[in-house]
């Protein structure tokens, strides 16, 4: 018969749960490490296309830089710059000639009071805007003033300035005032 004797001072440990702890968390770390190392290959991979994609942006900007150079330098001709001067001239024609006069006058007629008459008009176009010279007799104060006011309050007519005013001293334009109006004209302004 076999009897069992432990003849050690201390009794034996069981160290399995020690082992398959250490064994489950070094998997854990190696699955760990090979997402970190495959978050890095990518990067680095990522970092490489990006590299590529600066140095091709980088080539073309040297080449959008040469190019912009040399156009610089064609634009920079007197040739070139006497093109462009009847480019603009011609434009402003074109703003001059988009003018509808029949909109100012119908816009000026609806200001005049009774006894204003306009003596002659001189526009020029300003952007979008137009401003406009006016000269115009009233036949009295009252006209004057009444004229003025409907043209402040006018919505396609603004910046109002009267540059020079003159009395008719005898005969048969006695009492007549001229007026020399400064004023802006915005061709299809609401408002007010």
Known sequence: MKVRLNVATRPAENHRPFLVGAAVSGAASLVLLGVLLA???QSRSRMARDREQLQRYQAEIGQLQLELARL??????????AIFDRIGFANALI??????????????????????????????????????????????????????QALEHARRFSQVQVTAESHAAGGASAGRIELQVQVRYTPGATGP
């Open 39 to 41: 978050g890095v290959l």
């Open 72 to 81: 610089e330098g064609y634009f920079a001709q007197p040739a070139t710059r």
């Open 95 to 148: 703003d001059q000639k988009s003018l509808s006069w029949t909109e100012l006058l119908a816009d000026l007629a609806a200001v005049l009071p009774a006894g204003v008459r306009v003596v002659s008009l001189a526009p020029q176009p300003a952007g979008q805007a137009l401003d406009a010279k006016l000269v115009v007799e009233a036949t009295g104060d009252r006209e004057k003033l009444a004229f003025l």
